[in-house]
């Protein structure tokens, strides 16, 4: 129960992800500042009662600097299709996981290390999942460099599940 003076769980909720916001920018100079938000303040930052934003208009995309990804060089096959199985379930994208998860049950068992190496690679190098789900379903031209075999696989198994 709610007394009157007291604020709405909702407010208290705002009130808590301002002070992350505001500690994020003033103590830790990063590009972006990503929050999870419940829908009370999802609502709350749409009726302009909050903001949320970082400052980060003087950032651009190339300021970014991603680490590159190295294959693991001293991995057993086994452990590689089971990393593998577990990296394409957990994507970043809902629409990625689904896709490639079905992909690797049913597909990495077969796979020879030539390619398990060039699944590992075509997964975990593309710095945006989206990029990854347009190669895939057709949506965008995919570079010369990952155009193989396994996405071709991968490719017509979309298809096949579309």
Not at 33 to 45: E, Y
Not at 145 to 162: C, F, I
Request: charged share 25%; net charge positive.
């Amino acid at each position: 129960v709610l007394r009157s003076h007291t604020k709405p769980r909702s407010d208290v909720m705002v009130m808590a992800l301002q002070y992350v916001v505001r500690f994020l920018r003033t103590s830790i100079n990063l590009p972006r500042v990503g929050v999870a938000l419940t829908r009370s303040t999802q609502r709350c930052c749409y009726e302009g009662r909050v903001s949320l934003s970082a400052d980060v208009s003087s950032r651009s995309e190339e300021d970014l600097i991603l680490p590159r990804y190295t294959p693991r060089v001293d991995e057993s096959v086994e452990t590689k299709r089971a990393r593998l199985l577990y990296q394409s379930r957990k994507r970043g994208t809902l629409e990625n996981g689904i896709l490639l998860g079905k992909f690797a049950d049913d597909y990495l068992c077969q796979f020879t290390p030539k390619q398990l190496d060039l699944y590992d690679t075509l997964i975990n190098t593309p710095s945006n999942d989206w990029q990854l789900y347009y190669w895939i379903v057709g949506k965008e031209e995919t570079p010369q460099e990952y155009d193989n075999e396994v996405l071709d696989l991968l490719k017509q198994h979309a298809r096949s599940q579309g």
